[in-house]
Each structure stands twice: as structure tokens, then as C-alpha cells.
């Protein structure tokens, strides 16, 4: 069975849900397409001990305002999954799960999205997968051979998980200093915390709100021609979050320099002393996730879409939204995905009206 709408929206994370609401002020007639049985996005995924960079009032996605959390400046995980679960209701985005998108492809005027169930038509596509959903493994030699345990940031839960064991961090950016810092305040387990260079950490005082103002402001350079600012990059690598913080200030969160393979047992150093591991929790971040994207055939050689905006050059039909600065200034967090959402919205009301 074929069925159709105007735009049909891929994702239904904070990124889609951010469109579904500019769609809905721009009164077209779409339908959000997630993959997920349960509404959260990959928020509902994340460790245990996570929370936000900013206060709730600074981590909002378009409309409603994210309500504190009793007792916590920060939010955790599980606050913002509440919180999407509700802004879905409030707003009544017509979201349907699970559904996974296959592919889309051209179909003369519209472009026709195939999923696992259901075939969907539609005049536009937002994608909005996010980068979750493809967690990156560096091609280290030994990673093969090493008998231990291995996983990314996407599978990390909680210390308990690894009481009594060797662990190695490998990751200087946050991820590995929150997960690293939560392990070691644990205390269960021997950590090692290994980086490519020296950690740069943020001000004290700086957080999501600055983050965003610095994504901003370099995105409106190179918009006008201006020198590159270095956005987030140029204040550095790591927020100092509370844990962080506290891991770091208590000697507990020391960085090794980055080893140079893993055998069976350990890791081998650049000087070839060796030290042995029982995991490796890999925190070396993630690619967009963009398979469905693939019979467009709009990928370069980087992996990105060339794209004005949010809008893809090659497909003005499509829409990219939430992979970062690529496609919007820090359009990878709560609250600067409603600005190319709203942008986004708006063009795609200006093509429909044309044809």
C-alpha cells in the first residue's frame, strides 16, 4: 500500500519533532516517520548519569519550555524524555512507530519513501536521523585481536556494569570525560582515560548557552563572508559539568596519551610499554546517519550532502536537519534545532505553493 503527504519527515527525535512543529504553524500536511517503538528519540538510549549542558530553560526545543527538574540544574536523560514525550502530545505530531526508512528515491515530481511497512509519497523529505544510529570505530591495529570487551558511547549504561574491571576510556572530548569521570567517582573500577592530546576543558562558568551563542555567531560569519570565528572549537573540547568537574578537580580524571594498538590482553603504547585492559569504551563520536539517503546518490567524498542551509543542492526536495553545523548552527542540541526547523518549514511552504 502506497500512501501519501505533503512532507513526510524522517526522524522522530528532538530534529523531527522541531520540523513537525514548523510544518504544523505552516499548516501543511505531513507525517513523521521513527524508527523507535517508544517517543525520546536517542535520549532514551543515553547512560545512566547523563544530563545537559544547560539549565532546562536553555534546552528547549521550539514552543513549550523544558520545566526544571526538582533538584537537578542540569536535567538528566530520562527528564528529557518526558519532556519530548509531552511536546509530541501537546503539539499532536502525527508520528508513527516503528517504522524504518529504507531508502528514498525520485519518482518523477515527488520522491517515494520506503519503509519496512508501508510506501510513503511525498513533495518534500526532511531527514532527521541524527548521528546516534552510527557510532564510529577508529581503525586501530590490534582492535581485532584484543579478547576484552569493546563498546562505543551508544552501549555505556552505568558503572555497576563494570565493578572490579580494567577499564580504558579512549575519547579527550565529552563523552569520554563524562563517562571517564562517572567512572571513576564510582570507583569499582581501575579507569584509564586515554586522549589524543592533552584535554582542553571549557571555563567553569560556560555552558550550553554560551555553546550556542558561539555556534551562532560562526555561522553568521561565513554566511557573510567573514573570517571563521572557530564557533564551539575555539573555547575547546570539554563542558565542565558538575561530575566532570568535581572527577576532575579530585585528581580522579587524568589524561594518558592516546596508545598506539591493542593486543589480545591490553594496549600497546607509542614508547612499546604495554598495559593491560579487561574493556575499551570507545567515546570517538559518530557519523550522520543518512543509508536511507543513498539512492539520491547526493553523498561526497566527506560522507555530507553539499547543501544551502538545510536545503540539499543536488535535491531541493530534501531537507537536512540536525547533524550539527553542517545543516544549521548547533543544530544538534535542544534548543538551536528550532531555528533551521523554522527555516527549513518555510521554504518548504514557499516549493509547495509553487508547484
Known amino acids: 500500500m502506497t500512501r501519501h503527504a505533503d512532507v513526510v519527515v524522517i526522524g522522530g527525535g528532538q530534529a523531527g519533532l522541531a520540523a513537525g512543529y514548523h510544518l504544523r504553524r505552516q499548516k501543511l500536511d505531513f507525517v513523521i516517520l521513527d524508527a523507535q517503538a517508544t517517543p525520546g528519540g536517542a535520549w532514551q538510549h543515553t547512560w545512566d548519569s547523563l544530563h545537559l549542558f544547560s539549565p532546562a530553560a536553555f534546552s528547549s526545543p521550539p514552543g513549550r519550555l523544558m520545566p526544571p527538574q526538582q533538584g537537578q540544574e542540569y536535567p538528566g536523560a530520562a527528564h528529557v524524555v518526558d519532556y519530548l514525550r509531552d511536546y509530541e502530545k501537546r503539539y499532536e505530531l502525527p508520528v508513527q512507530r516503528a517504522v524504518r526508512v529504507l531508502g528514498v528515491h525520485r519518482a518523477g515530481a515527488l520522491l517515494r519513501v520506503e519503509t519496512d511497512g508501508e510506501e510513503w509519497t511525498a513533495r518534500a523529505v526532511v531527514s532527521a536521523t541524527g548521528t546516534w544510529w552510527r557510532p564510529f570505530l577508529p581503525a586501530?591495529?590490534?582492535?581485532?585481536?584484543?579478547?576484552?570487551?569493546?563498546?562505543?558511547?551508544?552501549?555505556?549504561?552505568?558503572?555497576?556494569?563494570?565493578?572490579?574491571?580494567?577499564?580504558?576510556?579512549?575519547?579527550?572530548?565529552?563523552?569520554?570525560?563524562?563517562?571517564?569521570?562517572?567512572?571513576?567517582?564510582?570507583?569499582?573500577?581501575?579507569?584509564?582515560?586515554?586522549?589524543?592530546?592533552?584535554?582542553?576543558?571549557?571555563?567553569?562558568?560556560?555552558?550550553?548557552?554560551?555553546?550556542?551563542?558561539?555556534?551562532?555567531?560562526?555561522?553568521?560569519?561565513?554566511?557573510?563572508?567573514?573570517?571563521?570565528?572557530?564557533?564551539?572549537?575555539?573555547?575547546?573540547?570539554?563542558?565542565?559539568?558538575?561530575?566532570?568537574?568535581?572527577?576532575?578537580?579530585?585528581?580522579?580524571?587524568?589524561?594518558?596519551?592516546?596508545?598506539?594498538?591493542?593486543?589480545?590482553?591490553?594496549?600497546?603504547?607509542?614508547?612499546?610499554?604495554?598495559?593491560?585492559?579487561?574493556?575499551?569504551?570507545?567515546?570517538?563520536?559518530?557519523r550522520p546517519a543518512l543509508t536511507h539517503l543513498a539512492p539520491l546518490r547526493l553523498r561526497n567524498s566527506r560522507g555530507h550532502i553539499a547543501t544551502e542551509g538545510t536545503r540539499a543542492l543536488d535535491e531541493p526536495r530534501l531537507h537536512l536537519l540536525g547533524y550539527g553545523d553542517w545543516t544549521g548552527p548547533a543544530s544538534a542540541t535542544l534548543i538551536?534545532?528550532?531555528?533551521?526547523?523554522?527555516?527549513?518549514?518555510?521554504?518548504?511552504?514557499?516549493?509547495?505553493?509553487?508547484?
Not at 567517582?185 to 554560551?210: F, H, K
Not at 527555516?343 to 509553487?354: F, G, K, S, T, W
Open 140 to 286: 586501530l591495529p590490534g582492535r581485532a585481536d584484543f579478547a576484552g570487551r569493546q563498546l562505543h558511547t551508544v552501549e555505556y549504561r552505568s558503572p555497576a556494569d563494570f565493578a572490579g574491571q580494567r577499564v580504558i576510556v579512549v575519547g579527550g572530548g565529552n563523552s569520554g570525560a563524562q563517562i571517564a569521570a562517572d567512572l571513576a567517582l564510582d570507583g569499582r573500577a581501575e579507569v584509564t582515560w586515554a586522549t589524543q592530546r592533552p584535554p582542553r576543558y571549557l571555563a567553569d562558568d560556560i555552558d550550553g548557552r554560551a555553546l550556542f551563542d558561539a555556534a551562532t555567531a560562526r555561522r553568521r560569519a561565513l554566511d557573510a563572508g567573514r573570517a571563521d570565528t572557530g564557533g564551539v572549537a575555539s573555547l575547546g573540547d570539554i563542558v565542565a559539568v558538575p561530575p566532570v568537574r568535581q572527577a576532575r578537580d579530585a585528581g580522579l580524571l587524568t589524561a594518558s596519551p592516546m596508545f598506539a594498538s591493542l593486543e589480545r590482553d591490553g594496549v600497546i603504547r607509542s614508547d612499546g610499554t604495554r598495559a593491560e585492559a579487561d574493556v575499551v569504551v570507545w567515546c570517538t563520536g559518530f
Open 336 to 355: 538551536g534545532v528550532g531555528r533551521p526547523a523554522r527555516d527549513a518549514a518555510r521554504e518548504i511552504a514557499v516549493l509547495l505553493a509553487r508547484n
